[in-house]
């Protein structure tokens, strides 16, 4: 792995922030959206680009047209889980963060976030607020204003329940403990990312900073959501939404996911009611025309047997089990969107903030 430093910091009287990009053939997209993080106003930031094994000619596009970001050449494809894991071994900061290559940034995006980690110690991941580049009146589908979970483990946030994406109008316009942080964007302290083992490698990409988040948090680790701090997000820039790949990913990982930091029994007491869930989905979307979609969720659900029987080691577990987790529903957000009809976030969680 080969680093090249080039960007001289501007103002060391301010925390070193380290914005770390992961990029895989997606030169279109460092054009695209590298200018405006460029342009952001916080004065001691260093830009990586870390490329898990292009194809394309992004990392001569970068020497030639941005020769102040630093490159980390991970030589090959290890997905999002890997690729950090490597690259985040040859970045020295303490605050990172961990962003998309097709995201767009407000200037002023750092600054809220490094003022709550300096007044919080304990504060290890940080989200801000995801909106749409397509349409920037509406949150983003990757954590919108904040994630959250349900008994059952299925993911979901504020502004966001399932394909619903709410306006925003500032009904989430106040920073609070969330659950899980997008990796979309992801704040996170460096010391936290490596006391918890990073991230799980077996994941490969999908849900694995919702399974960090959750080891974070048994830890005894906060994580909250910074509305101040805005960025919009293209989304689906390397897999469709529908992509068997990404369906089957998901799946699995989100059970590995549940057995990995639920305790054994209450593991044993969710797992059925989730194959259950999984199956209506899978039998709707095939009478739907979507068989891909079937065996993809099918396949998943024999991946992860496949990992239960001969394959957890590969995987990365609690190192502890105190922490009290926050933004978790104990109840289902499937039955109260598809079987009740709720499609806000303030619906479903009458606490919502």
């Keep these: 792995m080969t680093v090249f430093l080039r960007f001289m910091t501007q103002n060391s009287s301010l925390p070193p922030v380290a914005v770390v990009i992961l990029n895989w053939n997606g030169k279109h997209y460092l054009e695209m959206f590298l200018p405006s993080l460029l342009a952001s106003t916080y004065g001691n930031m260093k830009v990586y680009v870390a490329d898990n094994g292009s194809t394309d000619d992004s990392l001569s596009f970068l020497s030639t047209n941005f020769p102040n970001v630093n490159i980390i050449n991970n030589q090959s494809n290890e997905g999002f889980a890997g690729g950090y894991n490597k690259a985040l071994k040859s970045v020295p900061e303490e605050y990172l963060v961990l962003l998309n290559s097709d995201i767009e940034v407000d200037p002023g995006w750092l600054e809220p976030v490094v003022e709550m980690w300096e007044k919080d110690k304990n504060l290890a991941a940080v989200q801000p607020k995801i909106k749409d580049y397509n349409k920037k009146t509406h949150f983003e589908y990757a954590g919108a204003a904040g994630g959250w979970i349900d008994r059952f483990g299925y993911p979901f946030s504020k502004g966001r329940i399932f394909d619903i994406l709410e306006e925003d109008k500032g ?29 799980d490698p077996y994941f490969f990409a999908h849900q694995e900073e919702i399974d960090l988040c959750w080891r974070l948090q048994l830890a005894g680790y906060s ?82 047997i496949q990992w239960l029987l001969f394959q957890q080691k590969k995987s990365v577990f609690p190192q502890h089990k105190t922490g009290k987790p926050t933004g978790k529903y104990d109840g289902s957000v499937v039955w109260q969107h598809f079987g009740k009809g709720k499609k806000l976030f303030s619906e479903i969680i009458s606490e919502a903030i």
């Design 223 to 304: 994580i909250r959501s910074c509305p101040d701090s805005v960025v919009y997000h293209i989304g689906g820039g390397t897999l469709p939404k529908n992509n068997p790949k990404k369906v089957f990913l998901n799946f699995r990982n989100n059970l590995i996911m549940l057995w990995k930091n639920l305790g054994i029994w209450e593991a044993l007491r969710i797992l059925p009611a989730r194959f259950l869930l999984d199956a209506i989905s899978a039998w709707k979307n095939l009478l739907d025309g979507q068989p891909s979609y079937f065996f993809a969720v099918m396949k998943s659900h024999f991946a992860f």
């Design 171 to 199: 009904q989430y316009d106040q920073s609070t403990p969330i659950f899980w942080a997008s990796g979309a964007a992801l704040f996170i302290r460096h010391s936290a990312f490596d006391a918890a083992g990073g991230f």
